[in-house]
């Protein structure tokens, strides 16, 4: 199934959610926030999201600095 990660095209099983997602790229969840078709999904509810066909992500990582 074809879904948009930062405006990329990626190919990703049916049925995958955007905490399976995260976690098969090895991202530390607490340290991104996700844009899911143009809303910011809350962590808690990644779990609940399954991905559907042309769907949206945008991964915004949090970076320290001064």
Same mark, same amino acid.
């Given at each position: %199934? #074809?879904? =948009?990660?930062?405006?990329?095209?990626?190919?990703? /099983?049916?049925? %995958?959610?955007? @905490?399976? $997602?995260? @976690?098969?790229?090895? =991202?530390?969840?607490?340290?991104?926030?996700?844009?899911?078709?143009?809303? $910011? @999904?809350? #962590?808690?509810?990644?779990?609940? =999201?399954? $991905?559907? /066909?042309?769907?949206?992500? /945008? =991964?915004? #990582?949090?970076?320290?600095?001064?």
């Amino acid at each position: %199934m #074809r879904i =948009i990660v930062n405006g990329k095209d990626e190919i990703v /099983e049916k049925g %995958m959610t955007i @905490a399976k $997602l995260i @976690a098969l790229k090895k =991202i530390n969840p607490s340290s991104v926030i996700i844009e899911y078709n143009q809303t $910011l @999904a809350k #962590r808690k509810t990644w779990d609940n =999201i399954i $991905l559907k /066909e042309n769907d949206s992500l /945008e =991964i915004l #990582r949090f970076v320290g600095g001064g």
